[in-house]
């Protein structure tokens, strides 16, 4: 398996790779600190495998047992008002072993820019020129910080994970997020990319996914802080929060960390993050992201804006500050990773799921039928029976 020849992402491959991934590109240390690691509470729950639902758009039942095996799970957890009530690991990953997240490091980065908005430091209103001169006459220049947090930015640039011939991957061999070929003539790192990139249409109409609007987030971030984006990450959560153990970033050529989708972390830290956003910014008694912040992402941006898009599995959500927003009765919102990471918030349920996966096929729409009811079915488990 190796990164040069694109082994590394072809399944069944990438089952290893995901687990591994530091062994395969350039990375960057996001240190734990060194506060005491914070307790786990553990009632493990032997009533959750058999819980069932029905797929979407099927007819027939599933276990959440069987569930997991449909999607390439690598590692999940389940918090319960914040006890851990399953734990599961597969394949190349163990519970000390830091998996790569993809785009749920989105939601963090966005977490952080909302934070900072909240205390006065970022003005959502501004133009991303205001903070990046250096993209001034790119497609961004315009865009509102708001715009890019929320992905209604207009630009020329698309995101189609199969299409060879997607900007996706030109952005991809910029920031060294896959191996460029021989005759590659492009960009040499992330930020370098970014201001290639061209304008199309207004800015604020229509939410189009696109991984770039992450970078230039965590750019302005590094430029309100005065800290690289891992280190702004480190300062603002990371060692904040009694993590077990240090993550990492994949960076590009000049060091720059990969925001769009380069952590790498514990699952329990990941639902330990969860957790905390969960709690509307508290952890363990302490405040660590203004409760503003957490509010302004469960409101969630436009349905209209959204329902363009495509999402035929995500009827109603909208996109707010890097999170996905359900807009449903319990009002879930996650963070979503290509290949089935993700991590679900349930508030009414006090609910949250963690989740590492593998799937042979990136988009989660090959995920959520399986994984979206099946997520709120063991919430209503929880709910309805005690343990």
């Known amino acids: 398996?190796?990164?040069?020849d694109g082994?590394?992402?072809?399944?069944?491959?990438?089952?290893?790779?995901?687990?591994?991934?530091?062994?395969?590109?350039?990375?960057?240390?996001?240190?734990?600190?060194?506060?005491?690691?914070?307790?786990?509470?553990?009632?493990?729950?032997?009533?959750?495998?058999?819980?069932?639902?029905t797929p979407l758009g099927s007819s027939r039942t599933m276990t959440w047992a069987e569930s997991l095996d449909a999607n390439y799970t690598d590692?999940?957890?389940?918090?319960?008002?914040?006890?851990?009530v399953y734990e599961r690991y597969f394949g190349a990953l163990d519970g000390e072993r830091p998996h790569i997240a993809f785009s749920v490091?989105?939601?963090?980065?966005?977490?952080?820019?909302?934070a900072l908005i909240a205390q006065g430091q970022l003005d959502a209103t501004a133009a991303v020129s205001q903070y990046i001169p250096e993209l001034k006459d790119s497609g961004f220049g315009d865009a509102t910080v708001?715009?890019?947090l929320d992905m209604t930015s207009a630009l020329d640039y698309d995101e189609h994970y199969d299409d060879p011939k997607s900007a996706f991957h030109d952005y991809a061999q910029a920031a060294g997020y896959e191996p460029r070929p021989r005759s590659y003539a492009g960009p040499h790192s992330s930020y370098a990319y970014?201001?290639?990139?061209?304008?199309?249409?207004?800015?604020?109409?229509?939410?189009?996914?696109?991984?770039i609007n992450t970078d230039v987030t965590a750019w302005i971030i590094a430029r309100v802080t005065g800290k690289a984006p891992q280190e702004a990450l480190r300062e603002g959560l990371w060692s904040q929060l009694g993590m077990e153990g240090d993550a990492y970033m994949q960076v590009d050529a000049i060091g720059t960390a990969v925001a769009s989708g380069g952590l790498n972390a514990r699952l329990?830290?990941?639902?330990?993050?969860?957790?905390?956003?969960?709690?509307?910014?508290?952890?363990?008694?302490?405040?660590?992201?203004?409760?503003?912040a957490i509010a302004a992402i469960r409101a969630g941006g436009s349905p209209a804006a959204f329902a363009g898009a495509g999402y035929h599995t995500l009827p109603g959500w909208s996109y707010r500050r890097q999170w996905w927003v359900s807009h449903d009765d319990h009002g879930v919102f996650m963070a979503r990773g290509i290949?089935?990471?993700?991590?679900?918030?349930?508030?009414?349920?006090?609910?949250?799921?963690?989740?590492?996966?593998?799937?042979?096929?990136a988009g989660n729409i090959n995920l959520d039928p399986t994984s979206l009811p099946a997520y709120r079915a063991i919430a209503e488990h929880l709910m309805a029976v005690p343990p």
């Not at 830290?269 to 503003?292: H, S, T």
């Open 1 to 4: 398996i190796g990164f040069e």
């Open 7 to 53: 082994s590394y992402w072809r399944f069944p491959m990438l089952r290893w790779s995901f687990s591994h991934w530091r062994e395969l590109v350039p990375t960057v240390n996001v240190s734990r600190g060194p506060a005491p690691v914070s307790e786990l509470r553990c009632g493990l729950r032997e009533d959750l495998d058999d819980v069932t639902f």
């Open 75 to 84: 590692g999940i957890i389940v918090l319960h008002r914040g006890r851990i």
């Open 105 to 114: 490091t989105k939601s963090l980065f966005g977490t952080l820019a909302s």
């Open 146 to 148: 708001s715009e890019v």
């Open 194 to 211: 970014l201001a290639t990139v061209r304008k199309a249409g207004k800015h604020g109409e229509h939410f189009i996914y696109r991984s």
């Open 268 to 292: 329990r830290d990941l639902a330990r993050f969860g957790d905390m956003v969960r709690q509307g910014g508290k952890y363990q008694g302490r405040r660590i992201i203004p409760e503003e």
């Open 339 to 361: 290949h089935g990471q993700a991590i679900y918030i349930d508030p009414k349920a006090d609910m949250v799921i963690a989740r590492f996966a593998s799937h042979p096929l």
